[in-house]
């Protein structure tokens, strides 16, 4: 597609379970960025991906996060035992270089844990 | 550490006024971004910056490396102009590297016909 594209736009689900959210960044960009924005915040930096490997995970919250990227294109955030606290819109963004272009994002993925 | 402040944290001005938003950062950069976020909606970029001046349509962003200090100005503003405001610094590692992209918390722009 020509933008970033982001999936579920919207997923609610229990304390306790397990989710997925996929993002599917623009062809061509190596660099792939996951952001989380709580209301009324900035976005908060998750884990960023040079091709297929993690370049930077420190700002995953805990080892419930889990982010992959096995081809170097489609990405896939991986939260087990979502928490209420996990409520958030899910941000991906994607550049053609390592922070070395514009910056592109997607609509986000909207978290609502009960 | 790595700490990027907006200001102002909210702005109400009238249609047609010159907008001023303020980002400075705490250490060294390689590049600035600034972010346009429209109410429920998503991000989008609209400069980015190393040095010196960017223009595009009414917007205007500016850095200046030595004072640690960018801003985006808005002419001639219009309705549609409100929204929130982001910048975004990749600073630099000691290696040189980039050490991931820090957000301000972002100006909330109302302009009021």
């Known amino acids: 597609g020509a933008g970033v594209s982001q999936t579920p736009s919207n997923k609610v689900t229990e304390k306790g379970k397990y989710v997925e959210l996929r993002c599917d960044p623009i062809s061509g960009h190596t660099a792939l960025y996951w952001y989380r924005q709580s209301l009324g915040q900035g976005p908060e930096f998750l884990i960023y991906?040079?091709?297929?490997?993690?370049?930077?995970d420190s700002g995953l919250p805990n080892d419930r996060f889990f982010a992959v990227r096995p081809e170097g294109s489609v990405s896939t955030l991986k939260i087990q035992r979502t928490e209420r606290g996990d409520s958030a819109v899910y941000l991906c963004?994607?550049?053609?270089?390592?922070?070395?272009?514009?910056?592109?994002f997607g609509e986000g993925s909207r978290l609502t844990v009960l | 550490k790595n700490e990027v402040e907006q200001s102002p944290q909210n702005l109400t001005a009238q249609e047609g006024e010159f907008i001023t938003i303020n980002c400075s950062y705490s250490v060294g950069i390689s590049a600035l971004h600034w972010l346009q976020q429209h109410p429920g909606g998503g991000i989008v970029s609209l400069f980015m910056?190393?040095?010196?001046?960017k223009k595009h349509g009414r917007l205007i962003a500016t850095i200046n490396i030595q004072e640690k200090h960018s801003s985006l100005h808005i002419t001639a503003s219009h309705p549609r102009d409100s929204a929130v405001y982001i910048c975004?610094?990749?600073?630099?590692?000691w290696g040189g590297g980039a050490d991931g992209l820090t957000f301000g918390k972002g100006t909330h722009l109302i302009i009021q016909p």
């Open positions: 991906f040079q091709g297929t490997g993690a370049a930077d």
């Open positions: 975004a610094a990749v600073f630099t590692t």
């Open positions: 963004a994607s550049s053609y270089g390592l922070y070395t272009g514009e910056l592109f």
């Open positions: 910056l190393s040095s010196g001046k």
